[in-house]
């Protein structure tokens, strides 16, 4: 059995989409593959045991032999750190982690082990993305965003780290590189890297829809409610418009994946941004989704004209900002239902990726 740590300079630099798309591409080549998320921070209760999301995703979507609760054996609820030093006792850590880890290498080939943020992450409870990796006895590939300069620089900090705990680097994944740059950024980083003794694994391009929410995963990080248009929820958010301009002048920024966010009471600019879908022979969103803010819905004969369209009407609270705010700040994650995210990340790995170097890496002794 092999393992195989995929770590990051930064969080959201697109660990699962390449752990989505190496485990799609490994499937094809060896026989059993693996997965487990030792470290999580976003997760979900399952019959009373915390699993992180994406362990969750990589269930559901790919189906791999092995309990979820193996596959995230530590979801890190809130005022863990604190209570562990008060109380640092790494045992029941180790312990956890290598009984999950037995069970799901247990007749795998190659086994693919997430991180959780940049190397150092986890340090505060003696359990960093180094420390695990040397744990299990991992090899490890970085992934890092796009560009030149700054990822040569956050990937040898990185590697520090991972060199602290004896890991070996097999390679480097650069990742959300701009079309337009590709050519230079592969080149030079590829070079840049080579003097530092690191393989590029691979150098995938930025694809916007894998960094855009669906109106379902705003709906759900918001805790607002669907008005209208729940057949929508799947629309991808690209863009925001806050309505607080004229109408005419809202409509100039308005497409097929804009976000509408506007008070309740600014009927004006509702009836404005759903004018084309009433009108329109199609019947397709003229417009992504709308959020209403102030907890005041339209009259009910303005509703009764956005339930004619297939938008997605979202009922919030807070005021605008709040929620455009919020917005802003969202880290987005692929859920289980995002098919095309999901089909979009596996072709970006085989494609860009040299899958059989890196199983090759991980055969050599």
Known sequence: MRSLYVGATRQNDGKTITCLGLIAALKKRVGSIGYIKPVGQR?????????????????????LR???????????????T???????DRTDLVDHIMEA????????????VEGTGHAG?????????????????????????GGIGRPIDEIMLNKAMFDAAGVEIIGVIVNKVEEEKYDKVKHYVTRGLERKGLEVLGVMPFRPMLSAPTVEQLLEDIDGE???GECGLGNIVRKMVIGAMPPHQALEYMSSDSLLITPGTREDIILAAMSSCILGETGDPCIAGMILTGGTPPQPSIMDLVHRTSIPVILVDCDTYTVASKIAKLIVKIRPGDFEKIQQAEKMVDGFVNVDRIIEKLRAS
């Open 121 to 145: 992450v986890g340090s505060v409870f003696d359990m960093s993305n180094g420390d695990v990796a040397a744990m299990l006895r991992c090899k490890a590939v970085i992934v890092s965003s």
């Open 43 to 63: 997760y979900i209760e399952i019959n009373g045991h915390k699993v992180d999301e994406d362990a969750l995703l990589v269930k559901q979507v790919y189906g």
């Open 101 to 112: 880890f037995t069970r799901i290498a247990m007749g795998k080939e190659i086994v693919v």
């Open 226 to 228: 669907v008005l209208s």
């Open 66 to 80: 092995g309990d979820v609760e193996d596959m995230s054996p530590i979801a890190v609820p809130r005022h863990f």
């Open 82 to 88: 604190e209570n562990y030093i008060d109380n640092p």
